[in-house]
């Protein structure tokens, strides 16, 4: 059975940080490709970022310079890192995990990070 398993998620201040967590288990982790997407209310859920297998790694213009994803494969395990967030980073975050390009990924139940003073 698969599970990925997000935490880290909270109240942050504007300008703060905060570091999620993706826990997988169910698959051989390190020939994923891992994403994190987010859903604000009233909003469509959009990628932040995604780590390849080889490294390789995407991020949406909204997270280039303050978001950095990034992977442990002897944890399983896959971050964000997020800095500088603003109010409209408030969101669900959503971790997924994908075999290759057009396959249906799996998902994480979400994390709500709420970015507000």
């Known amino acids: 059975q698969v599970q990925l398993v997000e935490s880290g998620g909270g109240l942050v201040q504007p300008g703060g940080s905060l570091r999620l967590s993706c826990a997988a288990s169910?698959?051989?982790?390190?020939?994923?490709?891992m994403g994190w997407h987010r859903q604000a209310p009233g909003k469509q859920r959009e990628l932040v970022a995604a780590?390849?297998?080889?490294?390789?790694?995407n991020y949406a213009d909204s997270a280039k310079g303050r978001f950095t994803i990034s992977r442990d494969n002897a944890k399983n395990t896959v971050y964000l890192h997020m800095n500088s967030l603003k109010p409209e980073d408030t969101a669900v975050y959503y971790c997924?995990?994908?075999?290759?390009?057009?396959?249906?990924?799996?998902w994480g139940k979400g994390s709500l990070v709420t970015v507000s003073s």
């Open positions: 997924n995990a994908q075999r290759s390009p057009g396959a249906v990924p799996y």
């Open positions: 169910g698959i051989i982790f390190s020939i994923y490709t």
């Open positions: 780590i390849a297998r080889c490294g390789s790694i």
